[in-house]
Structure formats: C-alpha cells, structure tokens
C-alpha cells in the first residue's frame, strides 16, 4: 500500500516534471499535430493469433478480474505509450481483484513495441518499469478487457491519457510525450 501512495504522489506532481521543447513557436507548429497524436493516445488495442485464451475485464489494476493462458501468440499491438508494431508474447495469468500471479513476457518485437518479462504473485506494483508513467509498457489506470481463443484481442481506454489530451488545449503535456523539433532531426 506504502508503494501504491508513493506512486499516486509520483502521479500527482507530474505537473513539477521537465517538459520537452521550450519553443512557443514549435508548440504551436505542431500544435495541430501533437492533439491528434494524443488523441490516439487516448485508447489501445492489440489483435494477435496463436493457442491463446483468455477472458478479463479490468477497471484500472485495482480492480481486475480475469484468467488466460498462452503458449505463444503474434499480435499486432497499438499500445500505451507509443508502442505501435508487432510482437510475440506469451505467459500466463490470474486476477481477482487487485490479487493475482502472472508469468508474461513479450519475447520479439518490432522496434516500437517494448520487449519486457513480468512474473508477478500479489498485487500488481505501480512503482515498477513495466507501469512507468512514461515510458512504461503497461498503464496502471487503464479500462478495458480481453477475450480470446485462437484469435485474441483486446481494447483500453487510458484515463491519463484523456487528461493530457484535454490540458494539450491549454499547451500542458503532463505526458511529456508532444512532439518537438528535435524527434524530426
Ligand atoms: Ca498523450
Ligand atoms: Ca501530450
């Protein structure tokens, strides 16, 4: 609970972190660009195939409820955080709750989706690389689900992700992911 409050606090002065690009003439170049790309950001879904199964709803990770399993599965992944392309994963998981045990591993990828390993028992840790706020590969606050047999997909909505896109209006980026000059040299 002690690493849960700590990540919240971590959360809540985001406000207090560096921003990219000082630039007022670059944040209005790319003004009209940087709202479309945080709109995607607003959302996530992955399709995959493979002997894969799988159900679960999730309300954020404190409430999240669902089993799946599988041996290795090719999906298409349009994830958190920027992660666009494909991927290999497998693993297994169970959650009732905010309890739960995983072994899961994105094995291979294309150069944007993350490859990373989480074997977990207990309640899912914010404070750790895979949910960084940033750059992490999963979002801790995320709403959505999974289904799958054979073919798998799955859909989210990012709540974060709705507030940066709402204070992008007003030139805020608590995500810190606008686009700057610099990312097209
Ligand atoms: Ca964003
Ligand atoms: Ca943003």
């Known amino acids: 609970m002690k690493k849960i409050l700590l990540s919240l606090a971590l959360i809540l002065s985001f406000a207090c972190v560096p921003v990219r690009g000082d630039s007022i003439m670059e944040k209005v170049a790319l003004y009209i ?3 479309l790309i945080d709109a995607l950001d607003m959302f996530s879904f992955s399709l995959g195939l493979g002997p894969t199964i799988e159900a679960r709803l999730m309300g954020t990770r404190f409430v999240d409820v669902g089993a799946g399993a599988n041996l290795v599965c090719y999906k298409f992944f349009k994830h958190y955080n920027r992660q ?3 991927g ?10 905010f ?8 094995i291979d990828s294309t150069r944007l ?3 990373y390993v989480e074997n977990r028992t207990g309640i899912p840790d914010p404070t750790t690389r895979t949910y960084d706020f940033f750059d992490g590969n999963r979002d801790y ?3 959505g689900g999974a289904l799958g047999f054979i073919l798998d997909g799955d859909v989210y909505i990012h709540p974060m992700e709705w507030i940066d896109f709402a204070l992008g209006f ?5 995500k810190n992911d606008d686009l700057v000059f610099d990312d097209f040299r």
């Open 113 to 115: 989706v993350g490859r």
């Open 170 to 174: 007003l030139f805020i980026d608590i």
């Open 84 to 86: 666009y392309g494909f």
């Open 99 to 106: 309890v739960g045990e995983e072994s899961y591993s994105v």
């Open 33 to 35: 660009p940087n709202r």
């Open 88 to 97: 290999v994963d497998e693993g297994w998981y169970w959650s009732f709750i």
């Open 141 to 143: 606050w995320a709403i």
